[in-house]
Protein backbone atom coordinates (compact mmCIF):
# COMPACT_ATOMS: atom_id res chain seq x y z
CA UNK A 1 0.00 0.00 0.00
CA UNK A 2 1.19 3.58 -1.11
CA UNK A 3 1.82 5.82 1.85
CA UNK A 4 2.98 9.60 1.74
CA UNK A 5 6.34 8.34 3.21
CA UNK A 6 9.11 8.27 0.75
CA UNK A 7 12.12 9.23 3.44
CA UNK A 8 15.13 9.82 1.40
CA UNK A 9 18.68 9.82 2.04
CA UNK A 10 20.16 13.24 0.09
CA UNK A 11 23.69 13.96 0.07
CA UNK A 12 23.94 17.93 -0.49
CA UNK A 13 27.97 18.01 -0.47
CA UNK A 14 30.34 16.32 1.07
CA UNK A 15 30.19 15.93 4.57
CA UNK A 16 26.66 16.83 3.97
CA UNK A 17 24.24 13.61 4.25
CA UNK A 18 20.53 14.27 4.83
CA UNK A 19 17.13 12.66 5.50
CA UNK A 20 14.47 14.25 4.21
CA UNK A 21 10.89 13.86 2.71
CA UNK A 22 10.56 13.41 -1.16
CA UNK A 23 7.37 13.24 -3.33
CA UNK A 24 6.71 9.78 -4.12
CA UNK A 25 7.71 9.27 -8.16
CA UNK A 26 5.45 8.27 -10.82
CA UNK A 27 7.13 5.15 -12.76
CA UNK A 28 7.04 6.43 -16.73
CA UNK A 29 5.39 4.14 -19.58
CA UNK A 30 8.19 1.50 -19.26
CA UNK A 31 9.44 1.95 -15.61
CA UNK A 32 8.18 0.58 -12.27
CA UNK A 33 7.33 1.91 -9.02
CA UNK A 34 9.83 -0.01 -6.37
CA UNK A 35 8.84 0.22 -2.71
CA UNK A 36 12.59 -0.18 -1.75
CA UNK A 37 14.04 -2.97 0.35
CA UNK A 38 17.74 -3.72 0.96
CA UNK A 39 20.76 -1.24 0.02
CA UNK A 40 23.96 -1.67 0.87
CA UNK A 41 26.84 1.06 0.95
CA UNK A 42 29.54 1.07 -1.31
CA UNK A 43 33.17 2.50 -1.22
CA UNK A 44 31.89 4.76 -4.04
CA UNK A 45 28.77 6.08 -1.49
CA UNK A 46 31.20 6.89 0.91
CA UNK A 47 34.02 8.31 -1.46
CA UNK A 48 30.98 10.99 -2.51
CA UNK A 49 30.15 11.57 1.12
CA UNK A 50 34.09 11.79 2.31
CA UNK A 51 35.53 13.71 -1.07
CA UNK A 52 32.14 15.38 -2.90
CA UNK A 53 33.84 13.39 -6.15
CA UNK A 54 35.02 10.86 -7.85
CA UNK A 55 37.43 11.77 -10.77
CA UNK A 56 35.40 14.42 -12.81
CA UNK A 57 31.96 13.51 -11.52
CA UNK A 58 31.14 15.88 -8.89
CA UNK A 59 28.29 16.52 -6.33
CA UNK A 60 27.22 20.30 -6.75
CA UNK A 61 23.50 19.78 -6.10
CA UNK A 62 21.79 17.13 -3.90
CA UNK A 63 21.91 13.87 -5.05
CA UNK A 64 20.30 10.86 -3.75
CA UNK A 65 22.84 8.19 -2.37
CA UNK A 66 22.90 4.72 -2.90
CA UNK A 67 22.88 2.19 -5.44
CA UNK A 68 23.08 -1.63 -4.92
CA UNK A 69 20.05 -2.03 -4.34
CA UNK A 70 16.61 -4.50 -4.03
CA UNK A 71 13.10 -3.77 -3.85
CA UNK A 72 9.03 -4.73 -4.47
CA UNK A 73 7.31 -3.74 -7.53
CA UNK A 74 4.56 -1.50 -6.72
CA UNK A 75 3.19 -0.35 -9.58
CA UNK A 76 4.07 -0.60 -13.34
CA UNK A 77 4.02 1.69 -16.19
CA UNK A 78 1.95 0.48 -19.14
CA UNK A 79 3.81 -0.94 -21.26
CA UNK A 80 5.73 -3.07 -18.62
CA UNK A 81 5.03 -6.64 -19.40
CA UNK A 82 7.64 -8.42 -17.62
CA UNK A 83 6.99 -7.03 -13.93
CA UNK A 84 3.79 -6.88 -11.92
CA UNK A 85 3.22 -5.56 -8.37
CA UNK A 86 4.44 -7.76 -5.51
CA UNK A 87 7.09 -9.23 -7.72
CA UNK A 88 10.72 -8.91 -5.86
CA UNK A 89 14.17 -7.40 -7.97
CA UNK A 90 17.63 -6.41 -7.94
CA UNK A 91 17.97 -3.36 -9.50
CA UNK A 92 20.86 -3.47 -12.00
CA UNK A 93 21.64 0.70 -11.43
CA UNK A 94 22.84 1.88 -14.25
CA UNK A 95 20.69 2.19 -17.60
CA UNK A 96 22.39 3.31 -20.87
CA UNK A 97 21.22 5.16 -23.82
CA UNK A 98 20.53 1.84 -26.00
CA UNK A 99 20.99 3.41 -29.23
CA UNK A 100 25.15 4.47 -29.05
CA UNK A 101 27.73 1.82 -30.73
CA UNK A 102 28.86 0.56 -27.63
CA UNK A 103 24.98 -0.54 -26.27
CA UNK A 104 24.19 -1.61 -30.01
CA UNK A 105 27.28 -3.94 -30.21
CA UNK A 106 26.36 -5.42 -26.41
CA UNK A 107 29.09 -3.13 -24.47
CA UNK A 108 26.34 -1.09 -22.46
CA UNK A 109 28.95 -0.65 -19.83
CA UNK A 110 30.73 1.85 -22.24
CA UNK A 111 28.07 4.40 -23.00
CA UNK A 112 28.76 7.85 -22.46
CA UNK A 113 25.12 8.59 -22.02
CA UNK A 114 25.00 6.03 -18.84
CA UNK A 115 22.97 7.19 -16.24
CA UNK A 116 23.89 5.53 -13.09
CA UNK A 117 22.56 5.93 -9.73
CA UNK A 118 24.09 8.01 -7.17
CA UNK A 119 27.04 8.88 -9.93
CA UNK A 120 26.64 12.97 -10.69
CA UNK A 121 24.24 14.44 -11.58
CA UNK A 122 22.02 11.32 -11.13
CA UNK A 123 20.15 10.40 -8.15
CA UNK A 124 20.52 6.95 -6.41
CA UNK A 125 18.06 4.52 -4.52
CA UNK A 126 18.50 5.07 -1.01
CA UNK A 127 14.63 5.96 -0.15
CA UNK A 128 11.23 4.83 0.33
CA UNK A 129 10.17 4.80 -3.18
CA UNK A 130 11.69 5.04 -6.22
CA UNK A 131 11.58 4.13 -10.00
CA UNK A 132 13.39 2.20 -12.58
CA UNK A 133 13.21 0.80 -16.41
CA UNK A 134 11.69 -2.38 -15.66
CA UNK A 135 14.18 -4.61 -18.16
CA UNK A 136 17.13 -3.14 -15.65
CA UNK A 137 14.98 -4.91 -12.36
CA UNK A 138 15.71 -8.69 -12.17
CA UNK A 139 12.88 -11.20 -10.71
CA UNK A 140 14.17 -12.92 -7.56
CA UNK A 141 13.16 -16.53 -6.90
CA UNK A 142 11.65 -17.03 -3.79
CA UNK A 143 14.26 -18.34 -1.78
CA UNK A 144 16.34 -15.65 -2.94
CA UNK A 145 16.63 -12.87 -0.41
CA UNK A 146 16.22 -8.91 -0.73
CA UNK A 147 19.68 -8.45 0.75
CA UNK A 148 20.95 -11.00 -1.22
CA UNK A 149 19.60 -9.08 -4.28
CA UNK A 150 21.21 -6.23 -3.22
CA UNK A 151 24.32 -7.95 -2.61
CA UNK A 152 23.99 -8.81 -7.12
CA UNK A 153 25.63 -5.59 -7.51
CA UNK A 154 28.75 -5.82 -6.39
CA UNK A 155 28.78 -9.69 -7.12
CA UNK A 156 28.19 -8.47 -10.77
CA UNK A 157 31.40 -6.47 -10.46
CA UNK A 158 33.19 -9.70 -9.31
CA UNK A 159 31.56 -11.80 -12.35
CA UNK A 160 32.55 -9.27 -14.73
CA UNK A 161 36.12 -9.25 -13.94
CA UNK A 162 36.36 -12.76 -13.68
CA UNK A 163 34.65 -13.04 -17.35
CA UNK A 164 37.09 -10.41 -18.47
CA UNK A 165 40.09 -13.04 -16.55
CA UNK A 166 38.75 -15.79 -18.72
CA UNK A 167 38.81 -17.62 -15.51
CA UNK A 168 37.80 -21.37 -16.20
CA UNK A 169 37.97 -24.55 -14.20
CA UNK A 170 41.47 -25.53 -13.13
CA UNK A 171 42.87 -22.21 -13.15
CA UNK A 172 44.73 -20.72 -10.28
CA UNK A 173 43.54 -17.23 -9.67
CA UNK A 174 45.51 -14.39 -7.60
CA UNK A 175 43.27 -11.72 -5.83
CA UNK A 176 45.19 -8.59 -4.82
CA UNK A 177 43.01 -6.99 -2.30
CA UNK A 178 40.22 -8.59 0.46
CA UNK A 179 37.89 -5.56 0.24
CA UNK A 180 33.92 -6.28 -0.35
CA UNK A 181 34.97 -6.60 -4.53
CA UNK A 182 38.19 -9.07 -3.98
CA UNK A 183 35.90 -11.27 -1.81
CA UNK A 184 33.09 -10.99 -4.90
CA UNK A 185 36.24 -12.18 -7.10
CA UNK A 186 36.92 -15.26 -4.94
CA UNK A 187 33.23 -16.06 -5.05
CA UNK A 188 33.15 -15.52 -8.75
CA UNK A 189 36.27 -17.16 -9.55
CA UNK A 190 35.41 -20.28 -7.28
CA UNK A 191 31.46 -20.70 -9.50
CA UNK A 192 33.62 -20.37 -12.49
CA UNK A 193 35.73 -23.44 -11.74
CA UNK A 194 38.99 -21.89 -9.99
CA UNK A 195 40.77 -24.68 -8.31
CA UNK A 196 43.56 -22.25 -6.77
CA UNK A 197 42.36 -19.00 -5.40
CA UNK A 198 44.70 -16.57 -3.65
CA UNK A 199 44.02 -13.64 -2.03
CA UNK A 200 46.48 -10.50 -0.23
CA UNK A 201 45.59 -7.76 2.21
CA UNK A 202 47.04 -6.13 4.47
CA UNK A 203 44.46 -6.79 7.21
CA UNK A 204 44.21 -9.73 8.95
CA UNK A 205 40.39 -9.75 9.37
CA UNK A 206 39.97 -9.22 5.63
CA UNK A 207 42.07 -12.42 5.29
CA UNK A 208 39.80 -14.54 7.99
CA UNK A 209 36.44 -13.16 5.85
CA UNK A 210 38.49 -14.14 2.34
CA UNK A 211 38.92 -18.18 3.91
CA UNK A 212 35.18 -17.97 5.04
CA UNK A 213 34.43 -17.25 1.30
CA UNK A 214 36.19 -19.91 -0.15
CA UNK A 215 39.86 -18.53 -0.68
CA UNK A 216 42.68 -21.80 -0.77
CA UNK A 217 45.26 -19.15 0.48
CA UNK A 218 45.70 -16.16 1.98
CA UNK A 219 48.77 -13.73 2.38
CA UNK A 220 49.12 -10.68 4.36
CA UNK A 221 51.76 -8.23 2.15
CA UNK A 222 52.92 -6.51 5.06
CA UNK A 223 54.13 -9.56 6.79
CA UNK A 224 56.01 -10.65 3.79
CA UNK A 225 58.51 -8.61 1.63
CA UNK A 226 58.92 -11.61 -1.41
CA UNK A 227 55.50 -12.01 -2.05
CA UNK A 228 55.69 -13.05 -5.94
CA UNK A 229 58.50 -15.80 -4.44
CA UNK A 230 56.09 -16.54 -1.57
CA UNK A 231 53.20 -17.27 -3.99
CA UNK A 232 55.47 -19.44 -6.15
CA UNK A 233 56.51 -21.62 -3.03
CA UNK A 234 52.86 -21.60 -2.04
CA UNK A 235 51.70 -22.92 -5.07
CA UNK A 236 55.04 -24.22 -6.85
CA UNK A 237 54.01 -21.65 -9.89
CA UNK A 238 52.45 -18.97 -10.68
CA UNK A 239 48.87 -18.22 -10.97
CA UNK A 240 47.43 -17.82 -14.61
CA UNK A 241 45.17 -15.50 -13.38
CA UNK A 242 45.37 -12.33 -11.06
CA UNK A 243 42.75 -9.73 -10.53
CA UNK A 244 43.73 -6.62 -8.81
CA UNK A 245 41.19 -4.89 -6.55
CA UNK A 246 43.62 -2.61 -4.59
CA UNK A 247 44.62 -0.71 -7.88
CA UNK A 248 47.39 0.80 -6.30
CA UNK A 249 50.82 1.18 -8.43
CA UNK A 250 52.01 -1.62 -5.60
CA UNK A 251 49.63 -4.20 -6.28
CA UNK A 252 49.57 -3.79 -10.18
CA UNK A 253 53.29 -3.93 -10.38
CA UNK A 254 53.05 -7.24 -8.17
CA UNK A 255 49.90 -8.45 -11.04
CA UNK A 256 52.40 -8.16 -13.33
CA UNK A 257 55.24 -10.21 -11.82
CA UNK A 258 53.03 -12.50 -9.94
CA UNK A 259 51.10 -13.36 -12.76
CA UNK A 260 52.50 -16.69 -14.70
CA UNK A 261 53.99 -15.92 -18.45
CA UNK A 262 51.02 -15.86 -20.73
CA UNK A 263 48.64 -14.79 -18.49
CA UNK A 264 45.85 -12.35 -17.93
CA UNK A 265 46.19 -9.33 -15.29
CA UNK A 266 42.48 -7.71 -14.83
CA UNK A 267 42.84 -4.20 -12.86
CA UNK A 268 39.32 -3.51 -11.22
CA UNK A 269 41.05 -1.11 -8.67
CA UNK A 270 40.87 2.42 -9.04
CA UNK A 271 43.12 3.41 -6.10
CA UNK A 272 45.77 5.70 -8.35
CA UNK A 273 44.98 7.77 -11.62
CA UNK A 274 48.32 7.12 -13.22
CA UNK A 275 50.92 4.45 -12.28
CA UNK A 276 55.00 2.97 -13.07
CA UNK A 277 54.70 -0.29 -14.78
CA UNK A 278 57.63 -2.65 -15.49
CA UNK A 279 56.08 -2.65 -19.25
CA UNK A 280 58.91 -4.38 -20.95
CA UNK A 281 59.05 -7.14 -18.68
CA UNK A 282 54.88 -7.50 -18.74
CA UNK A 283 55.27 -7.51 -22.80
CA UNK A 284 58.35 -9.75 -23.04
CA UNK A 285 55.67 -12.25 -20.57
CA UNK A 286 52.93 -11.80 -22.99
CA UNK A 287 50.93 -10.80 -20.05
CA UNK A 288 47.47 -9.50 -21.26
CA UNK A 289 46.59 -6.58 -19.14
CA UNK A 290 42.56 -6.04 -18.94
CA UNK A 291 40.34 -3.05 -17.31
CA UNK A 292 37.11 -3.51 -15.84
CA UNK A 293 34.69 -0.93 -15.96
CA UNK A 294 31.43 -2.15 -13.96
CA UNK A 295 29.47 -5.00 -15.64
CA UNK A 296 27.40 -5.70 -18.74
CA UNK A 297 24.95 -8.95 -18.85
CA UNK A 298 26.41 -9.65 -15.63
CA UNK A 299 23.39 -9.45 -13.78
CA UNK A 300 21.89 -12.76 -14.84
CA UNK A 301 24.50 -14.88 -14.21
CA UNK A 302 25.43 -13.06 -10.60
CA UNK A 303 21.43 -14.12 -9.90
CA UNK A 304 22.29 -17.38 -11.24
CA UNK A 305 24.89 -18.41 -9.32
CA UNK A 306 23.45 -17.57 -6.31
CA UNK A 307 19.87 -18.69 -6.75
CA UNK A 308 21.19 -22.23 -7.62
CA UNK A 309 23.67 -22.32 -4.20
CA UNK A 310 26.63 -22.32 -6.07
CA UNK A 311 27.81 -18.79 -3.67
CA UNK A 312 26.48 -17.56 -0.51
CA UNK A 313 27.06 -14.01 -0.32
CA UNK A 314 25.30 -13.33 2.82
CA UNK A 315 28.53 -13.65 4.41
CA UNK A 316 29.67 -10.41 3.00
CA UNK A 317 27.18 -8.66 5.24
CA UNK A 318 28.48 -7.38 8.83
CA UNK A 319 26.26 -4.78 9.55
CA UNK A 320 22.31 -3.75 9.50
CA UNK A 321 20.93 -0.68 9.79
CA UNK A 322 17.30 1.26 9.36
CA UNK A 323 16.78 4.21 6.64
CA UNK A 324 16.35 6.41 9.67
CA UNK A 325 19.89 5.19 10.98
CA UNK A 326 21.23 6.18 8.00
CA UNK A 327 23.84 8.32 9.20
CA UNK A 328 25.25 5.85 11.49
CA UNK A 329 25.44 3.48 9.10
CA UNK A 330 27.79 5.73 6.66
CA UNK A 331 29.86 6.30 10.15
CA UNK A 332 30.38 2.29 10.33
CA UNK A 333 31.20 2.09 6.66
CA UNK A 334 33.65 5.02 6.22
CA UNK A 335 35.52 4.15 9.30
CA UNK A 336 35.59 0.15 9.37
CA UNK A 337 34.59 -0.23 12.72
CA UNK A 338 32.98 -3.77 14.27
CA UNK A 339 35.55 -5.38 10.72
CA UNK A 340 32.94 -3.95 8.49
CA UNK A 341 32.94 -5.05 5.34
CA UNK A 342 29.41 -4.82 3.69
CA UNK A 343 26.29 -2.43 5.33
CA UNK A 344 23.47 -2.96 4.65
CA UNK A 345 20.31 -0.35 5.41
CA UNK A 346 16.96 -1.76 5.02
CA UNK A 347 14.44 0.99 3.46
CA UNK A 348 11.63 -0.38 4.11
CA UNK A 349 9.49 1.34 6.95
CA UNK A 350 8.49 -2.03 8.38
CA UNK A 351 11.81 -3.79 9.05
CA UNK A 352 12.45 -4.12 12.49
CA UNK A 353 15.85 -5.49 14.14
P1 LIG B 1 38.06 -1.42 -0.11
O1 LIG B 1 38.84 -0.17 0.10
O2 LIG B 1 37.01 -1.80 0.87
O3 LIG B 1 39.06 -2.66 -0.19
C1 LIG B 1 40.37 -2.57 -0.61
C2 LIG B 1 41.16 -3.61 0.17
O4 LIG B 1 42.50 -3.58 -0.29
C3 LIG B 1 41.19 -3.34 1.67
O5 LIG B 1 40.81 -4.50 2.39
C4 LIG B 1 42.64 -2.94 1.92
O6 LIG B 1 43.10 -3.33 3.22
C5 LIG B 1 43.36 -3.69 0.82
N1 LIG B 1 44.66 -3.13 0.43
C6 LIG B 1 45.08 -1.85 0.43
N2 LIG B 1 46.35 -1.78 0.00
C7 LIG B 1 46.74 -3.05 -0.27
C8 LIG B 1 47.95 -3.63 -0.76
N3 LIG B 1 49.00 -2.88 -1.04
N4 LIG B 1 47.98 -4.97 -0.93
C9 LIG B 1 46.92 -5.74 -0.64
N5 LIG B 1 45.74 -5.25 -0.19
C10 LIG B 1 45.67 -3.92 -0.01
O7 LIG B 1 37.47 -1.32 -1.58
P2 LIG B 1 36.46 -2.26 -2.40
O8 LIG B 1 35.07 -1.78 -2.22
O9 LIG B 1 36.77 -3.68 -2.16
O10 LIG B 1 36.88 -1.85 -3.89
C11 LIG B 1 38.18 -2.15 -4.36
C12 LIG B 1 38.58 -1.24 -5.51
O11 LIG B 1 37.77 -1.54 -6.64
C13 LIG B 1 38.39 0.25 -5.25
O12 LIG B 1 39.50 0.94 -5.79
C14 LIG B 1 37.14 0.59 -6.02
O13 LIG B 1 37.12 1.94 -6.43
C15 LIG B 1 37.28 -0.34 -7.19
N6 LIG B 1 36.05 -0.64 -7.92
C16 LIG B 1 36.14 -0.65 -9.26
C17 LIG B 1 35.04 -0.98 -10.02
C18 LIG B 1 35.16 -0.98 -11.50
O14 LIG B 1 34.14 -1.01 -12.18
N7 LIG B 1 36.36 -0.99 -12.06
C19 LIG B 1 33.82 -1.29 -9.40
C20 LIG B 1 33.76 -1.30 -8.00
C21 LIG B 1 34.89 -0.98 -7.28
ZN1 LIG C 1 24.72 3.88 -25.30
Do not use: W
Amino acid sequence: MTTKDNLTAVLYKKEDLRLEQRPIPVPKDDEVLLRMDSVGICGSDVHYLVHGRIAHFVVDKPMVIGHEASGIVDKVGKNVKSLKPGDRVAIEPGVPCRVCTFCKTGKYNLCDEMVFCATPPYDGNLTRYYTHPADFCFKLPDHVSMEEGALLEPLSVGVHACRQANVMIGDSVLILGSGPIGLVNILAAKSMGASTIIITDIVDSRLAKAKELGATHTINTKSITKVKEHIEKLLGDLPNKTIDCVGAEATIRLGIEATRAGGNLVVVGLAADEVKIPMAYALSREITILGVFRYCNDYPLALDIVASGKVNVKPLITHHYTLEETLEAFETARTGRGNAIKVMIHANADYKK
